[in-house]
Antibody
């Protein structure tokens, strides 16, 4: 069965960076996009972007361009999402999800990231 | 504000039918998918491409779309259907993804 297992919770100071990992299994890794979606406390879902594991190409929401990097390591079916210059409003649960360009079929368990001085 | 608009709160009596809607100009051109999120859990895809139900999703969940509105219908709502529901589709730029603001469904 499809599984996406994410790295554990992080606590960071403002201005630092965080890198979240997502280990995929149960399907052909390069055949589906990996999306990243975040959810601030008590808020809705916010799409951040996707990476095409086959080509490495990315498509980021405009507000994250220049501050977010998405990468992958295909031999080990891992995807990564790094956010730099963290701010307090980056405090959120970060999810990876696999699917097509728009449809998100399966989601990881989420990685809480807290930004606090 | 989101390009996709959802009612923030909807309620339904146990066993009755409820429709949750998602409005946006993008939906005239692109299909919508629906996700269920229970407290403390990751979202789960319940309807894709307007009206396709993934395996394992109960058949009381169905979807439809007309003009600029996509709808998720739960026929015979159960207590376990109480959750937040989000729609998503392509954004106006065509290559981005957008989510609706979410609808909190209460089963009375």
């Amino acid at each position: 069965q499809v599984r996406l297992v994410q790295s554990g919770a992080e606590v960071k100071k403002p201005g630092a960076s965080v890198k979240v990992s997502c280990k995929a299994s149960g399907y052909t890794f390069i055949a589906y996009y990996i999306h990243w979606v975040r959810q601030a406390p008590g808020q809705g879902l916010e799409w951040m972007g996707w990476i095409n594991p086959h080509s490495g190409g990315t498509n980021l929401a405009q507000k994250f361009q220049g501050r977010v990097t998405m990468t992958r390591d295909t031999p080990i079916s891992m995807a990564y999402m790094e956010v730099t210059r963290l701010r307090s409003d980056d405090t959120a649960i970060y999810y990876c999800a696999m699917g097509g360009a728009i449809k998100l079929n399966y989601w990881g368990q989420g990685t809480p990231v807290t930004v606090s001085s | 504000s989101s390009e996709l608009t959802q009612d923030p709160v909807v309620s339904v009596a146990l066993g009755q039918t409820v429709r949750i809607t998602c409005q946006g100009d993008n939906l005239r051109t692109f299909s919508a998918s629906w996700y269920q999120q229970k407290p403390g859990q990751a979202p789960v895809l319940v309807i894709s491409d307007n009206n396709n139900r993934p395996s394992g999703i109960p058949d009381r969940f169905s979807g439809s779309s007309s003009r600029n509105t996509a709808s998720l219908t739960i026929t015979g709502a159960q207590a376990e259907d109480e959750a937040d529901y989000y729609c998503n589709s392509r954004g106006s730029s065509g290559d981005h993804v957008v989510f609706g603001g979410g609808t909190k469904l209460t089963v009375l």
